[in-house]
């Protein structure tokens, strides 16, 4: 069994910062990509960016509600990933769920959607105040 487990989340002022973390543990498994998604109260889970190593050089995907002001980061080999959210936003404001995929070469479009993952943590929650 893989259990992804996030940390970070809290709560902060409109435009400050905050650094979610993930890692994996449990069964060794392979990650090709991990991402960052968000569920804010009554709205569906929504991408927010990934990370990809499958094949190639390392390729970043972002939302484009956080591009610019979000940076994914991760290593592969420790199954791990970061997310620092910069300039935060009231809207910003959501449980952050962070997913890993053990599917080598899945295509970028699928990992924009919950489809594209095979794991998944138990969320850790944002606050932004305005």
């Known amino acids: 069994q893989v259990q992804l487990g996030e940390s970070g989340g809290g709560l902060v002022q409109a435009g400050g910062s905050l650094r979610l973390s993930c890692a994996a543990s449990?069964?060794?498994?392979?990650?090709?990509?991990m991402g960052w998604f968000r569920q804010a109260p009554g709205k569906e889970r929504e991408f927010v960016a990934v990370?990809?190593?499958?094949?190639?050089?390392?390729?970043?995907y972002y939302a484009n509600s956080v591009k610019g002001r979000f940076t994914i980061s991760g290593d592969n080999a420790k199954n791990t990933v970061y997310l620092q959210m910069n300039s935060l936003k009231p809207e910003d404001t959501a449980v952050y769920y962070c997913?890993?995929?053990?599917?080598?070469?899945?295509?970028?479009?699928?990992?924009?959607?919950?489809?594209?993952?095979?794991?998944w943590g138990q969320g850790t929650q944002v606050t932004v105040s305005s």
């Open positions: 997913a890993a995929d053990s599917r080598y070469r899945r295509p970028i479009l699928e990992l924009t959607t919950p489809m594209g993952f095979d794991y």
């Open positions: 990370i990809s190593w499958s094949g190639g050089p390392t390729y970043y």
């Open positions: 449990g069964r060794t498994f392979s990650s090709y990509a």
